[in-house]
């Protein structure tokens, strides 16, 4: 029976193509076309003339699953189309009484059209209507408003009257920067479903425990109806983090050595990655990307109908074991999650700081693994001008400069700067406080501080207006500036996370403390005493913090760039947002 089981999402776009991914109910043949009318008058770049587009493929099957992935061609630049998906000639989207789904390519290198980026992380499902809790004994706040759940009511309504005060327009690209699910704290309605199929008093309990309960995770996320047209309608690009698999994944060689000693974890990690690459990597890839890599080419087939089912399962279970051994320092130098997408003169650079990092039991620490960061720095090396450099890495570069000297310090304890006694209690605190961003990578942090020297400076080609690193994580938001003598470029850090999974109170005041001057001097001290090297970069925070659930933009226009965020309503009123910063960034 034709149908759709998830999706569409519209993935990687570029000035003439866009990408579709669907997961279908059975096998078949997915066909995306654009309809005769032209897009609403509210979306921004709309015009008349032709722009018919379209595009087939046939479906690959992974443990009794079917995705297809459809390349939509023949589009025209700032031109959005209304467009229909169709299983075996069987009409199944747009679906009956929801608004249409657009189809838009960002600009060409050569198009001076404007481009806005929205950018967060850290989603929870949950229900969308009070107390908005995932468990029963929580109290009436809980998880409060979701803030893409806010955006999409909000951008229906802006389609529907653009007149409308207060509306925004529908942005270019959405770049969710990691937990988008959260596999170890799980929805009420998927806590049942996994009763009905295990038993949860066995580990790993009421968390995901394999790839088919992944593949309800992510079902659950991304299809609530407004959301669903949301990432219909605006191209997603993303890139995953820890809680797509389990908090603090990757977090050090002990972590690991522990974790790999559980019965249960070969099934999850390799379950996790399956689907991350499933429902989150693939689609970042353009098309000629799908058609260089091999791990398609084996899933699809030579002729694009797909392999046998089960040999196919296999070949992606054994990829996903591949790919989690790299963090042991075993050379996997062709697995490369990271990615590049050009929107216009702006360039967007994803680095994977989760899965690409190398975390031997021989000490060797490193944020992204040698042959990808080769690979990261080649993609900064300008063969003509570009306007901004866009860096995306799910952790923060630039932290508090009071919690960046706690995770130096960590690392150096850890390490044995102390003796063995205090690396002992070093992990331990290591593992509890999630003390394991970039500041706890020391040897990362520095070439990261040497890319951004050599892009700002011109080294790698006419220096762009501006070098701005987007993160997520930390679950509040804030803007940080980099001072690098000689530069060319402004430099910042803007983070934005949640989306929906706010701070307790207790870490607020704790996160208000460090950024205290006095404080942050008495942390750096004795971060000294431990070892902690000085940072090759300096840095302050300009704006922030903020809590709650947010989203953020990026206004690129020409060598203009401006920084937005909107909050949801603190008053927890569906659909509400209101911005809380605006700033100019070169």
């Known amino acids: 029976m034709a149908g759709l089981v998830l999706g569409p999402m519209q993935r990687h776009v570029d000035s003439t193509s866009v990408t579709i991914w669907v997961e279908t109910a059975s096998p078949g043949t997915v066909e995306v ?192 109806p407004e959301i669903r047209w949301l990432l219909s309608t605006v191209p997603t690009a993303m890139v995953f983090d820890d809680h797509d698999v389990r908090d603090d994944w990757n977090i050090s060689a002990a972590w690991r050595a522990e974790i790999r000693s559980t019965p249960w974890w070969d099934e999850r990690i390799t379950g996790g990655i399956m689907a991350a690459w499933l429902y989150q990597h693939l689609g970042n890839l353009g098309p000629a990307q799908r058609a260089a890599d091999p791990l398609f080419a084996a899933l699809s087939g030579p002729d694009g109908t797909g392999t046998e089912p089960g040999t196919a399962t296999e070949t992606l279970r054994a990829f996903a074991r591949r790919a989690d051994a790299r963090a042991d320092g075993v050379g996997q130098d062709d697995i490369r999650w990271s990615y590049r997408w050009d929107l216009g003169r702006t360039r967007l650079l994803v680095i994977d700081s989760r899965s690409a990092r190398v975390v031997s039991p021989s000490g060797r620490r490193v944020m992204v693994a040698d042959a990808e960061w080769d690979w990261v720095v080649g993609q900064t090396r300008q063969d003509g001008d570009v306007d901004h450099l866009l860096v995306a890495t799910s952790l923060p570069y630039l932290l508090t400069p009071g919690i960046h000297w706690v995770e130096a310090a960590s690392e150096a304890l850890a390490a044995g700067s102390r003796g063995r006694f205090a690396a002992r209690q070093a992990e331990r605190v290591r593992q509890r406080v999630d003390l394991e961003h970039w500041a706890a990578f020391g040897e990362s942090f520095a070439s990261m501080a040497a890319l951004l020297r050599a892009v700002a400076s011109g080294e790698h080609g006419p220096a762009p207006a501006s070098i701005v690193l987007l993160s997520g994580d930390v679950h509040h938001a804030y803007l940080a500036r980099a001072d690098l003598p000689g530069a060319r470029s402004a430099v910042y850090q803007a983070v934005c996370s949640p989306f929906r999974n706010p701070l307790g109170k207790g870490v607020r005041r704790v996160d208000r403390l460090a950024r205290a001057g006095v404080v942050a001097g008495g942390i750096r001290a004795l971060a000294k005493l431990a070892g902690a090297p000085d940072p090759a970069i300096d840095w302050r925070v300009t704006d922030g913090p903020w809590f709650e659930s947010q989203i953020a933009y990026l206004d690129l226009a020409g060598r203009a760039i401006t920084l937005r965020l909107d909050k949801t309503e603190p008053d927890g009123t569906p659909g509400g947002l209101d911005e809380v910063l605006r700033v100019a960034l070169s």
């Not at 609403?40 to 690959?60: K, N, V």
């Not at 425990?209 to 995770?217: Q, S, V």
């Open 33 to 224: 076309s654009t309809t005769d009318s032209p897009g609403p008058p509210g979306l921004t770049g709309t015009a008349d003339g032709p722009s018919a587009g379209s595009g087939s493929a046939r479906t690959f099957t992974i443990a009794e699953h079917h995705y297809a992935v459809v390349t939509v061609v023949g589009l025209r630049s700032g031109v959005a189309r209304p467009y229909e998906v169709r299983v075996d000639g069987e009409p199944v989207w747009p679906l009956p009484g929801e608004p249409p789904s657009l189809l838009r390519p960002t600009p060409g290198p050569d198009d001076a059209r404007p481009v806005t980026l929205a950018f967060g992380s850290c989603r929870v499902t949950a229900p969308q209507e009070k107390p908005y809790t995932l468990n029963a004994d929580e109290d009436d706040s809980g998880l409060g408003t979701d803030a893409l759940h806010a955006l999409a009511l909000d951008l229906r309504e802006h389609l529907a009257d653009p007149a409308r005060p207060g509306g925004r327009p529908v942005p270019d690209v959405l770049l969710l920067l990691g937990d988008q699910v959260y596999a170890d704290h799980v929805s009420p309605d998927t806590r049942a479903w996994i009763a009905g199929r295990r038993d949860t008093a066995r580990p790993p309990g009421e968390e995901i425990a394999d790839f088919e309960e992944y593949t309800r995770l992510y079902r659950e996320a991304w299809s609530q």
